[in-house]
Structures are given as C-alpha cells and as structure tokens.
C-alpha cells in the first residue's frame, strides 16, 4: 500500500519516531506528509540567533531577516509547547518577540548562551571565555512577556543578573524555575514573585567555571513567603554567600544540595520550614557547626553520597518517620571523622542502607577500615552495590560465618 494511502492516524503514528531530519525530509515532500509532520516538528522548538550567520530552526539554516523562519512558526505556532532559545542578547530577532503571543499552549522555555551551544555541537572543552552580555533590554523584554502565557509552567535561564529580574513582573503560572549562572554579574539577584511555584532550582558555577569573577561570587535572595507553594528545592555549586533566605517555605517537601561548601546548614534549615520528607546531599563540606537537637517531624528519607562527615547533621535530630538513610560513602571516610562517638549511636539507632563508592584498585584500604567494618556488623545495616566484599555480602545475608570470623578481606572482593 502506498504511503499516502494510509490513514491519517497511521502517518502520525508514524512521524512520531522520526527524528528532525526526517520530518524536515516528510515535511518538504508533499502537502499530506507536511500536515502529519509538522506537529512533532514544532511541538518543541530549538532556535539559535548567532548574528549574521543563518539562524537554525530545530536543525535547519534559515538565512537571516528574509523572514522565512518567523513565518514558518507563525504558521504552526499552535503545535509550539516548548522553546529553546540559543544566542546573545543583542541577537535576538525583534521580530521574534511578536511570536510569543501566537504561542498560546507553550508550556517550557529555556533561554541559554551561545557559546555553550558551539560547546554542545562540537563537543568541546568547556573553557571558552565568558562575558557578560552589554544589554539586557531585551531578555527583560522577553521575560516581562513570557510572564504573561498562562500555559507556560517550566523556565530555564542560563544567567544570573542584579538587572535580569528589574522590571516589575510574575510569573502567576509558572511552576518550575531552573537558573544557572552559566554567565553572571557579580550581585543579587532577587526572584520576582512566583506565587504557583512548586520547583526551584539554582546551578552556581563556582565548582566547574571559573567563578568567582574580581573576587564577586553570584547570589540569589530567596523570599519563600512569595513561593507559596513551592515543594521541591535544589542547590548546586554554591558557597558562602551564594543564597540568602527570607522567610520560611512551609510546603517545602524535598532539598537537594550537591557540590556545595561553606554554607551553615542550621540558618539554611530554619528557612526550609518542618515539613521536609526528603533530604539529599551530595559532595558537600558545611561549615563546622555544634550538634544542636533538631526535630524533623515529617522527613522519611535521607540520602548522603561522597559526604559522609554530614551524617552529624542528624545525630541530634528527632526523626520520628524516618524509614529510609542512605549513605554512600569510601572505605576509609569513618576512620578519618573526629566525631564518632555520637555518629556510632545514630548509626545503631536507625535502620540504614550502606553503599561503596569503591574502585577495583581501592579495595586493599578494606582491610584497614575497622570503623566500617564495625558499622557493618549491625543488625540494622544493609549493604547494597557489588563493591563489597563477598565475605561480608555472604555474612551479611546469613550465608557465611559471622564477620568477626570472615576470612581476609582483599582476598574475597568480588
């Protein structure tokens, strides 16, 4: 049967596995195959403004200003849910702020830089210089008017600014926050109100760019009481500094926090409200602090990976429907803490599971870790992972003699 032949429904089916090359190929064959095409084909919409050069419209060249590409959206601008913009500021077509309105179901936007799309396409180092864009007229243009789309709930911004947010706007719909301070000025960045938001997130470079910049680290103020509703909040790459809380989010749900140093965890929990379920940090070092008794009445779930010094930060704590505390962690990490005392009656207190961050060549530290090998013989320890040694995996699932009898431990890694 030819292909034009088939239903209408079998062609969408069909375009649906299609990738962009394939749909521009079906969309330039005929006016059938373009009909069926073009849903997948704008339903997520990739656009990088580079100057002179020719714009790209989801992998196709469009030679600039001749008006081709602002037309071909305007046609199929009610299939459009999410746009990723790739550019400069200043490069931005003027005629492209007149498409926002047409996009009427949009859903997600992303606004990145174009360095980190040459990076993306050439799979390049990522050392390329930052600068910072000359005029922010425009990405406030374009924010103050993605403000205004009832459909859009997810934004994602590779830039933080003391101007970005200046002109008075809120985003009433939106429900996920992603910013980045893939670029930055040194400053504060101040989040407008987000009154529907249930999802934040914030990416500070520091541990992966070359940040700060004079001396100037990036920080964003967070006004919890103008995110009512916000439910899960991420960190990473910040230090000291880098976020101020105002506030408390009391429908807060899950934090996450991962490459992070300096921060005071006790002033950074008085903001995260009482009524966390679940906790995870990874690769973080907070500042030292006294063990102070804290109650989290409603946290079920705590997950620390490669930061096992933070396993203190519960030792004092109430945790009366904990049911879930993860540690992943290396051989070595419970003998170099100077605070054990306290971290061996939480470890026999509550039910935990234990994991190996281990390379093969690392195994010989297992027969030196007497502190984790005391860990492991508690009856409320589960070893999960297949970098442990057999002997203990064995011992521990009632398979073998008891660990205090396990033969060597180097002579039995799996």
């Not at 993306?120 to 993605?146: C, G, M, T, V, W």
């Not at 320890?381 to 699932?397: D, F, M, Q, T, Y």
Request: proline share 8%; net charge negative.
């Amino acid at each position: 049967m030819p292909l034009l032949s088939l239903p209408t429904e079998i062609l969408f089916l069909v375009t649906q596995k299609l990738d962009h090359l394939e749909l521009w190929n079906a969309y330039d064959t005929c006016r059938v195959l373009r009909s069926v095409s073009a849903p997948p084909l704008f339903r997520a919409v990739n656009i990088v403004f580079d100057g002179n050069d020719p714009l790209i419209l989801n992998s196709r060249r469009f030679r600039p200003f001749e008006g081709s590409l602002i037309g071909t959206l305007k046609q199929w601008a009610t299939h459009v849910r999410a746009v990723e913009i790739w550019g400069d500021e200043d490069s931005l077509q003027a005629e492209f702020f007149d498409l926002l309105p047409l996009f009427d179901r949009l859903e997600a936007f992303r606004h990145a830089f174009l360095p980190d799309y040459r990076n993306k396409l050439l799979r390049a180092n990522r050392d390329y210089s930052i600068s910072y864009p000359p005029d922010l007229e425009s990405f406030q243009q374009l924010l103050a008017q993605l403000a205004t789309v009832p459909s859009m709930t997810t934004l994602s911004v590779d830039f933080m600014s003391p101007r970005t947010w200046m002109l008075p706007m809120s985003f009433k719909h939106l429900r996920n926050l992603q910013l980045s301070c893939i670029e930055h000025e040194p400053g504060l960045c101040v989040l407008p109100d987000l009154p529907s938001l249930d999802t934040l997130a914030l990416n500070f470079c520091c541990y992966c760019l070359d940040c700060p910049r004079g001396g100037n680290r990036p920080s964003t103020k967070i006004r919890f009481d103008s995110l009512p509703h916000l439910a899960c909040f991420s960190v990473s790459g910040a230090q000291e500094g880098s976020i101020i809380c105002c506030g408390q989010a009391r429908q807060l749900r899950r934090f996450e926090i991962s490459f992070s140093s300096g921060l005071e965890w006790a002033t950074l929990l008085q903001s995260l409200g009482s009524n966390l379920e679940a906790i995870e940090i990874s690769s973080c070092e907070f500042a030292e602090e006294p063990l102070l008794p804290i109650e989290y009445p409603s946290l079920r779930s705590v997950r620390i990976l490669d930061s096992t010094s933070n396993i203190l930060l519960f030792c004092e704590a109430e945790l009366p429907c904990l049911n879930d505390f993860t540690i992943r962690l290396h051989p070595e990490d419970l003998d170099s803490l100077t605070s054990w005392p306290p971290l061996w009656r939480f470890l026999r207190e509550y039910p935990i599971t234990l994991s190996l961050d281990c390379p093969r060549d690392t195994r010989a530290f297992l027969d030196r870790t007497d502190r984790l090998l005391q860990v492991v013989r508690l009856p409320n320890i589960r070893l999960e992972g297949n970098h442990w040694p057999r002997a203990w995996s064995l011992a521990k699932a009632g398979n073998s003699p008891a660990l205090d009898r396990a033969p060597s431990v180097t002579s039995c890694c799996i």
